[in-house]
């Protein structure tokens, strides 16, 4: 007898949310299947249909939770510029997922997720700046690497602040940021093409 999609959308739901609610409070190398399958009122068996280990679960959820290609795509810059962020994208993505990325950007968090969200970002912005005539060059390539790195350092700081500035006030600072601080550097590889 085959098992309801409904009911197996929500018993997945139901083991990521487990999961979830003890990977904010517990290390991932401390965090139990068996604490999981208690929390979320199912057994060993059943987690295991959906999911290899722990580390499968955290893995799943920062899949669903980094932004894709397209939603980042700057179509409409609070600035006019091959340095522009695309600000409204940023924000809503930030506003759908905040409750993980105050989580995987904090001190117990998962590295590999900063990398993984900061190489979704660098592909968003060389496409952006591809569009706009700027080729990778070393200079470009280490000036994203240097922003980028900058940009995570910052939410990260955002995320651990009790009262932090509101969503569109920091990705505008960061935007101005980068603008100005990279504007040179962009305006003269233009000028090499």
């Not at 999961?19 to 409070?25: G, L, M, R």
């Not at 706009?132 to 910052?154: C, D, H, N, Q, W």
Request: glycine share 4%; net charge negative; charged share 25%.
């Amino acid at each position: 007898m085959k098992k309801q999609p409904e009911l197996t959308a929500q018993t997945k739901e139901n083991l990521m949310e487990a999961f979830w609610q003890i990977y904010c409070k517990t290390r991932i190398e401390k965090v139990t299947v068996k604490d999981i399958t208690a929390k979320a009122g199912y057994n060993r068996t059943t987690f295991y249909e959906y999911f290899t280990d722990v580390y499968d679960v955290l893995e799943q959820i920062e899949s669903a939770v980094l932004p894709s290609h397209e939603g980042l795509m700057p179509h409409n810059p609070v600035h006019t510029s091959a340095t522009a962020l695309p600000i409204d994208e940023l924000t809503q993505i930030y506003e759908k997922n905040k409750k993980y990325y105050v989580v995987l950007f904090g001190e117990n968090g998962d590295p590999s997720f900063q990398t993984k969200f900061k190489n979704y970002m660098k592909a968003m912005v060389k496409q952006h700046l591809a569009s706009e005539g700027i080729s990778a060059t070393f200079e470009t390539e280490f000036a994203l690497e240097f922003t980028l790195s900058a940009m995570l350092g910052v939410l990260t700081f955002w995320f651990r602040l009790d009262s932090p500035p509101s969503t569109n006030k920091l990705f505008e600072l960061m935007g101005e940021l980068i603008h100005n601080g990279l504007t040179h550097l962009f305006a003269s590889e233009r000028g090499k093409i």
